[in-house]
Nanobody
Framework: QVQLVESGGGLVQAGGSLRLSCAAS????????MGWFRQAPGKEREFVAA????????YDADSVKGRFTISRDNAKSTVYLQMDSLKPEDTAVYHC?????????????????WGQGTQVTVSS
């Protein structure tokens, strides 16, 4: 079955960096658009970033532009989220997701498969 497993979360001070990874199995990774979403306590899940199948186009939420970078390695079936200049408001559980569509979507309902998530906590 399809599995998406996130790693790399943790506790970091404001201004610090973390790199999240999401390893996929059970699917042909290069056939899927990959996205990162996050959900803070008491808030709805929100789009963070997405990348097309070949890794040639990326899309970022306004709240993370210039600070977060999404990338992928199709040979390793892994998608990454480099997070720099972290802020306390970035604290959330971060999930990766896979979408078999050709287009890149920012709505969570478009994504078919989801990981369990990894906690990111940014202290002030």
């Amino acid at each position: 079955q399809v599995q998406l497993v996130e790693s790399g979360g943790g506790l970091v001070q404001a201004g610090g960096s973390l790199r999240l990874s999401c390893a996929a199995s059970g699917l042909t990774f290069s056939n899927y658009v990959m996205g990162w979403f996050r959900q803070a306590p008491g808030k709805e899940r929100e789009f963070v970033a997405a990348i097309n199948r070949r890794g040639t186009r990326t899309y970022d939420a306004d709240s993370v532009k210039g600070r977060f970078t999404i990338s992928r390695d199709n040979a390793k079936s892994t998608v990454y989220l480099q997070m720099d200049s972290l802020k306390p408001e970035d604290t959330a559980v971060y999930h990766c997701a896979a979408d078999g569509s050709l287009a890149v979507h920012t709505r969570s309902v478009e994504y078919e498969y989801w990981g369990q998530g990894t906690q990111v906590t940014v202290s002030s």
